[in-house]
Antibody
Framework: EVQLVESGGGLVQPGGSLRLSCAASGFTFSSYDMHWVRQATGKGLEWVSAIGVGGDTYYIGSVKGRFTISRENAKNSLYLQMNSLKAGDTAIYYC???????????WGQGTLVTVSS | DTFLTQSPATLSLSPGERATLSCRASQSVSSSLAWYRQKPGQAPRLLIYDASNRATGIPARFSGSGSGTDFTLTISSLEPEDFAVYYCQQRSNWPETFGQGTKLEIK
């Protein structure tokens, strides 16, 4: 059974940092592109970042230079290092698997990041 | 960016009725559009991909159509678990984007 379990969210002050993790199981993690998608409370979905099987990385403009996505295939883990956090980054962050048909076929349960003083 | 506009924002129907949800793109996305259902407190779930293909395990009451800029998700006969928020997503133009959602509520 495919499972994605996020962790690392919490309350952080503006300008602070957090590192999110996503533990994957039930599939060959190294064979899939992985993404982070966020959702502000009561709002819609917003793609944040992606990492390919070869380690190529992509970011939405509003987080470029502040967030870093990475993966550790030996540990079946995906990460999102978030620096210089802003109030607008407050959201539930989901990790999601990019399927072979190039859609999100599995999602984690999400981890809440709150940026507030 | 490619903007996706979903309508209506809220749709009030009764179980057993037919639901028709719309998604309009600001530029052509060909057939590179998907639909997701999100129940309260849960992550989204893929329903339809490539505009008209049902994802694994999705019942036949869900169908998708359209291409270019206009897309439709149809639920032929609503079940209680279908009352949720639905999002469309495009991946034709970078960055991939989502619509703002349609809330399907019980009338």
């Amino acid at each position: 059974e495919v499972q994605l379990v996020e962790s690392g969210g919490g309350l952080v002050q503006p300008g602070g940092s957090l590192r999110l993790s996503c533990a994957a199981s039930g599939f060959t993690f190294s064979s899939y592109d992985m993404h982070w998608v966020r959702q502000a409370t009561g709002k819609g979905l917003e793609w944040v970042s992606a990492i390919g099987v070869g380690g190529d990385t992509y970011y939405i403009g509003s987080v470029k230079g502040r967030f870093t996505i990475s993966r550790e295939n030996a540990k079946n883990s995906l990460y999102l290092q978030m620096n210089s956090l802003k109030a607008g980054d407050t959201a539930i962050y989901y990790c999601a698997r990019w399927s072979s048909s190039r859609w999100y076929d599995y999602w984690g349960q999400g981890t809440l990041v709150t940026v507030s003083s | 960016d490619t903007f996706l506009t979903q309508s209506p924002a809220t749709l009030s129907l009764s179980p057993g009725e037919r639901a028709t949800l719309s998604c309009r793109a600001s530029q052509s996305v060909s057939s590179s559009l998907a639909w997701y259902r999100q129940k309260p407190g849960q992550a989204p779930r893929l329903l339809i991909y490539d505009a008209s293909n049902r994802a694994t395990g999705i019942p036949a009451r869900f169908s998708g159509s359209g291409s270019g800029t206009d897309f439709t998700l149809t639920i032929s006969s609503l079940e209680p678990e279908d009352f949720a928020v639905y999002y469309c997503q495009q991946r034709s133009n970078w960055p991939e984007t989502f619509g703002q959602g349609t809330k399907l509520e019980i009338k």
